[in-house]
């Protein structure tokens, strides 16, 4: 593993007394401790009690955050089952009217809410909170006129521009269900997660620009009306210009009303969007959460740990297909003014996200680990070069940040600057261990476990590990894990999902390590599930797509997390008799793949084998062989005796992953 493991003592940051104590993570556990039972020892003691008395923490977080139940929860958590928790039962709460309560202060309302940038932008654009509260406040009410009830889906083929953002705050007003897709997603792509919740209506831009190109998605959005026979509506967002289609209606024309926001009073657990993470077979599972797990969970991750509020200026780099989009929004529950951008990460050249940093003056900046990386190869020196005097926190997520990737940020951003390395999923929405600020840092080292998350490292036996690595599993239910996946009526592929290797206890799929002090090194993904840039795709998908050439007969594809902090995505092809794997083929993958599902999950490598192992049952054997690319000895990768042809391993054991330069 990496050099993480060797567990340094010396720690490469740390809050001065006057910093930790100004923290309102700091001010939460003294008010805790003199109202709901907290202790007033350090982090690890609070944690503790967060996870041992589940309902108290719970009930502290909703109170500390004044979260606004029109009707008032009996407790706060009634039935701690997994899966089945029981949360805040009897509650009514809405999380749009969270998110844009901070407008209603007049010292508040003519202060940016979003602040947006694109790559052509000088200087950010700015929507007030008076403003954004406006804007939803009318698009809520033609939503309503359109005939969309709660309960009713609502799509979004949309970039990361405050037009998204307005349009998920005012869906969750009316009570119906958002879910999106970045405009880079193919129409195959989008339709294997739309189609599967049957919208009523779709928001979808005209195009995009990305790299210093314009994406034109008219043909594809056409496709989309004709594949989702449930829409009523279309609401054109010209983001290139263009009028839009016959029949649909524009963006600019909904937002013409004055109306102050009315926001349906919900159930604690009323969906509030769907999220899409992958498994290794079928369609991408769509993730239900909830609009008071979401709003809970998020108040406490931004508030508390990422220290959010008011004076904040939140950018994290994402698109809308990725959970962090959904997440960004967070910053907005805690008054922060959320940055958005639609663009390229690294045009014109790496140090974009970091101009934007400088342009909008951020104050908590999150990326990408890949992203890190990248800016220590390519010569990029922040602090030399940009004005940054704002920025406090760094955030990383997507993949494990390795060990370089810490002295890249102290040596080159700042050397007083809380770096916040986090982990958790698009299945909670959230972070299961993540920065805190009251806490030092220490090299390629997660800070600690989340509060209210029972995080432990689990061996093969289901028996907690420390300074070993083991299984990501929770043993505790949290607010904002799914309420179920939908068409799961009988919830058997979510068990499946997170509870069948440990019944009752949920199984994320990372590998970790816990240290003796309480820190998380993170190894990667356990599972087969494709984790690129924090976009996570199931490999089905890919197959599905490759194996549409007549030239391939079949195909496995891996994902493989490097010592180095690269990523290694090979795709092996088994050919059709007569079928030759040369560049035009190579080519003719690649681009099916761009085209057809997303840019993201282009494979690096595409290696002809001559068959593929199975199991007994006939299922690819993905896991294992990622495990032997990993360096897993045979022996403990697989065994052979529950294969259809033991001697196809072969190819795999004898290859070697690239190392980058």
Not at 184 to 201: K, T
Not at 203 to 226: N, P, Q, W
Request: net charge negative.
């Amino acid at each position: 593993m990496s050099s993480a493991d060797q567990h340094p003592t010396t720690p490469l940051w740390q809050p001065s007394p006057a910093r930790a104590s100004a923290t309102q993570l700091t001010r939460f556990q003294q008010w805790a401790a003199q109202h709901h039972g907290a202790p007033t020892g350090d982090y690890a003691a609070l944690h503790q009690w967060s996870v041992d008395d589940l309902d108290r923490f719970w009930t502290a977080v909703a109170t500390w955050f004044d979260v606004r139940f029109s009707s008032p929860p009996t407790t706060a958590l009634a039935d701690a089952s997994m899966p089945g928790a029981v949360w805040f039962p009897g509650a009514r709460l809405n999380y749009a009217e969270h998110a844009l309560r901070h407008g209603e202060d007049p010292a508040h309302a003519d202060l940016p809410a979003i602040l947006h940038l694109d790559e052509t932008s000088p200087e950010p654009r700015a929507l007030t909170w008076a403003e954004l509260r406006r804007q939803v406040g009318s698009l809520a009410a033609e939503l309503r006129r359109l005939g969309v009830r709660p309960g009713d889906r609502v799509s979004a083929y949309v970039p990361n521009v405050p037009q998204a953002a307005v349009a998920l705050l005012a869906t969750a007003a009316v009570g119906a269900i958002w879910t999106s897709c970045a405009p880079d997603f193919g129409a195959r792509s989008v339709l294997d997660r739309f189609q599967q919740l049957e919208p009523v209506l779709l928001f979808a831009v005209d195009g995009y620009r990305y790299g210093g190109k314009t994406h034109d998605r008219s043909d594809i959005v056409a496709e989309l009306r004709r594949e989702l026979p449930t829409l009523r509506h279309v609401v054109h967002i010209p983001l290139l210009g263009t009028p839009g289609p016959e029949g649909s209606l524009r963006w600019d024309d909904l937002l013409t009303g004055q109306d102050e926001p009315e926001f349906e009073q919900l159930p604690f657990d009323h969906p509030l969007w769907v999220l899409y993470s992958s498994g290794t077979t079928g369609l991408p599972k769509a993730i239900v959460q909830g609009h008071g797990g979401i709003v809970v969970e998020h108040l406490k991750q931004a508030g508390l740990h990422l220290d959010l509020g008011p004076e904040d200026r939140f950018f994290w780099y994402t698109s809308t297909g990725w959970m962090m989009w959904n997440f960004l929004m967070a910053g907005l529950l805690v008054g922060a003014s959320i940055v958005t951008y639609d663009g390229s990460p690294g045009y014109p050249d790496t140090a974009a996200q970091w101009r934007i940093a400088e342009r909008a003056e951020v104050t908590v900046y999150g990326t990408s680990a890949a992203y890190i990386t990248a800016c220590s190869k390519a010569d990029v020196h922040p602090a030399r070069d940009l004005d940054l005097s704002r920025l406090r926190a760094i955030g990383t997520t997507g993949s494990p940040l390795p060990p370089d990737g810490f002295r890249w940020i102290y040596e080159e951003v700042d050397a007083d600057i809380w770096l916040a390395s986090v982990s958790g999923g698009t299945d909670l929405c959230s972070c299961f261990v993540g920065g805190v600020p009251t806490l030092p840092v220490y090299l390629g080292e997660i800070q600690a476990p989340c509060l209210g998350a029972a995080v432990e490292s689990w061996d093969v036996n289901g028996k907690p590990v420390v300074g070993e690595v083991g299984e990501l599993v929770c043993t505790k239910p949290i607010p904002s894990m799914p309420l179920g996946f939908w068409n799961d009526p009988d919830g058997s592929r979510y068990r499946e999902s997170y509870f069948e290797t440990f019944p009752g206890v949920w199984r994320h799929g990372d590998w970790i390590t816990v240290t003796p002090r309480g820190t998380v090194v993170i190894h990667g993904r356990s599972d087969s599930t494709l984790n690129r840039q924090g976009v996570r795709m199931g490999s089905a998908d890919i197959y599905e797509v490759v194996e549409r050439l007549p030239q391939i007969r079949e195909s496995l594809v891996i994902g493989l997390e490097q010592p180095d902090g690269g990523y290694w995505m090979p795709l092996f092809v088994v050919l059709a008799d007569g079928s030759t794997l040369d560049d035009d083929l190579r080519a003719a993958i690649r681009t099916s793949l761009r085209e057809q599902l997303s840019p993201r999950h282009v494979p690096d490598d595409v290696i002809a084998v001559p068959a593929l192992p199975h199991t007994l049952t006939g299922k690819r054997l993905e896991v294992p062989i990622k495990r032997i690319l990993s360096g897993t000895p045979l022996a403990q990768a697989v065994n052979p005796g529950s294969l259809d042809n033991p001697d196809a391993l072969t190819p795999f054991i004898t290859l070697t992953p690239p190392t980058r330069d």
